[in-house]
């Protein structure tokens, strides 16, 4: 592991000592909570998204809450402000990854989808998420 509180490395599994990419939030143009998909295994999946200017990440926590303070400590680094939009622009990501459609997904009590715009100051990096 790096350290660097800019990136979010992941690993093949446990044991592994060299990861398999880096998520440069450096980088981070955007991130979306609350995402559905019609593929089978990931129904009922605390789903969302790192859209940075290269390729957009899709990460997948073990509850709701896990995902909501993964990405409130991603926007936090990244120095996001918190802009609600109404449910009907909310996406479901098709298993094949094409296109936004319209569906509703709960997130901390209401449907919400989270949509992150950088602060004009820079970003304080004073912490590390203890996720």
């Known amino acids: 592991m790096s350290g660097d509180p800019d990136v979010l490395e992941y690993y093949k599994n446990d044991h592994s000592k060299k990861p398999l990419r880096i998520i440069n939030l450096n980088f981070c143009e955007q991130v979306d909570a609350g995402l559905t998909f019609n ?3 990931l129904q009922d999946s605390f789903v969302f998204d790192i859209k940075t200017s290269e390729r957009t990440f899709y990460l997948v926590a073990e509850t ?21 939009e109404s449910t009907d622009s909310l996406r479901n990501v098709s298993s094949a990854g094409h296109g936004p459609r319209s ?29």
């Open 103 to 131: 569906s509703p997904a709960e997130l901390s009590s209401s449907s919400q989808h989270l949509l992150r715009e950088r602060k004009s100051s820079a970003p304080s990096h004073s912490s590390q998420p203890t996720l």
């Open 39 to 41: 593929k089978k295994e």
């Open 64 to 84: 709701e809450e896990d995902m909501n303070k993964w990405v409130q400590s991603i926007c936090q680094i990244c120095g996001f402000n918190q802009a609600e």
